[in-house]
């Protein structure tokens, strides 16, 4: 089943058709097939995780999850640093620092009072390079 499924979704995510959004539960279940005889299929994986970037209303935690431990399966290969950077940023900075998601637009960035070093800056003057500027004054 993998192998007929291949070909076809090779010839999906061709061009501009990558990206179009009508797609994605197809790929979705691919993820799924791949899983279950393992197989593997970098592109139709990455074009799953940049079509979640582009559309994160319809991000699956589980279908990512699969995505990741597929490209896991790969070491040494470089596909799971490929696979973790289209993952969006949002969700790196609120686990980060521990914002919370109020809803799909708006995140609350809590107090970072506690972050915030303040510098105490102290200038040493030499009074022998300012004396003529201040005799100048007077």
Known sequence: MVEAMRQSIADMIKGIERYNPVHLPTLEQYVDVQTRENAYDLEANLTVLKLYQLNPQSFKNDVTAQILLKALTNLPHTDFVLCKCLLSEKIHWVKKYGWQEQS??????????ENIKTKNITEKIDFENVAGLMAACL
Request: glycine letters at 0%; aromatic letters at 10%.
């Open 104 to 113: 799909k637009n708006v995140i609350f960035i809590a107090n970072q009072d």
